[in-house]
């Protein structure tokens, strides 16, 4: 079907499952068992075994992405299209998704300076995640990192001024390792309809940076724009787990991404959905990492958490939130090179 077909189908089919208007549809109660063995946690506070988006099958056509928790949900799903929609429907079984944060030693674990893209990072509360990048406020001069909300503000557990350590503490981090201080981030808000999972952190007096320093060297200057990104795009990131990955876009525009954290399930819209191209793009500990295109290195998306299934060749998906989007959700802007 054509993209704006599918964006009305994608509208009506949300609206019945979320709003629950008609009644058929019931929001799933915390505690209630799922199919693949777990529980609806709290936090969530409308039903998240479904997420949709949109994922090209040629040119100027695409499928409805539908992604679910259970097979359960995907009977629940194609029983609200209308007949003749369902021959355009890509359903997938992902499982639960999760935030990547947590283990593994490697190369990119170890503490390093000057500081690059795809190393060990954490608050002092948090296993590892990813150093994604680095920022600037607008008017300042000072490097910022930039990395996930549950990365280095501890899933919204964190105040402004706590420390940022290089390598994560599952790395060996401890407070000999500050490398700055959390100077902002997004909230995790309970209600649907989160856009990011960001934050930042100032560097510290002293400490070098390379924001130049991903594979093949720097990224370009200027990021996608959310309606600029491509189902079916190659794309590339470097994270502390999985190091220099390579993956293809395939679902934009994907709404009521529910992400189970510590504290419960938070819902993300808006977001995009990356394989990778032989096996996984990410795992856990590479939350936090910046995906650019192949085609030309653009940075274009914020990598914050992925399924260990439902991945067409295996290894789950990925799901990061745009870039631009989180960028001016932080107020801040892109530094490419030092």
């Known amino acids: 079907m054509l993209p704006d077909s599918a964006r009305e189908l994608k509208a009506r089919l949300s609206r019945r499952l979320w709003q629950a208007s008609d009644g058929s549809v019931e929001p799933r109660k915390v505690g209630e068992k799922t199919d693949s ?6 936090g969530s506070s409308r039903w998240s075994g479904v997420a949709l988006g949109l ?11 539908i992604r679910v928790i259970d097979q359960a949900d995907a009977d629940v799903v194609l029983a609200g299209l209308p007949d003749g929609a369902r021959e355009e429907v890509d359903v997938r079984v992902i499982g639960q998704v999760h935030p990547l944060g947590s283990p593994a030693p490697g190369e990119l674990q170890r ?15 948090v296993s590892a995640g990813t150093l994604g990048g680095f920022v600037r406020r607008p008017g300042h001069d000072g490097l910022l990192v930039l990395s996930n909300n549950h990365v280095l503000a501890d899933g919204n557990a964190a105040a402004e001024g706590d420390p940022a350590l290089q390598p994560g503490t599952a790395d060996g981090g401890t407070a000999a390792d500050r490398i700055g ?13 989160n856009l990011v999972d960001a934050a930042v952190a100032a ?5 070098d940076a390379d924001p130049a320093g991903y594979p093949g060297g ?3 200057a200027t990021v996608v724009s959310p309606d600029e990104l491509d189902p079916d795009e190659l794309v590339e990131k470097v994270g502390r787990t999985t190091g220099h990955t390579r993956g293809r ?16 399930v938070h819902t993300f819209d808006d977001q995009v959905e990356i394989e990778g191209l032989a096996g996984a793009f990410s795992a856990g500990g590479d939350s936090g990492s910046v995906i650019w295109r192949s085609a030309d290195r653009a940075p274009l998306g914020l990598l914050f958490a992925g399924s260990a299934t439902g991945g067409s060749a295996g290894g789950g998906v990925t799901f990061a939130n745009p870039l631009a989007t989180v960028l001016s959700s932080l107020g801040v802007e892109w530094v490419a090179h030092s």
């Not at 063995?37 to 709290?42: F, H, L, N, R, Y």
């Not at 503490?111 to 509360?125: A, D, F, N, Y």
Request: aromatic share 2%; charged share 20%; proline share 9%.
């Open 249 to 264: 876009i395939t679902a934009v525009e994907v709404d009521g991404v529910g992400v189970r954290y510590d504290d419960g």
């Open 55 to 65: 994922r090209p099958v040629g040119a100027g056509q695409v499928h409805l992405a």
């Open 111 to 125: 503490r390093m300076r000057p500081l690059r893209p795809g190393l060990s990072l954490s608050h002092p509360g």
């Open 181 to 193: 201080t959390l100077s902002g981030f997004v909230r995790l808000a309970p209600e649907p309809g």
């Open 203 to 207: 560097l510290d007096e002293r400490v």
């Open 37 to 42: 063995g777990g529980t609806v946690a709290s």
């Open 218 to 220: 720097a990224l370009l």
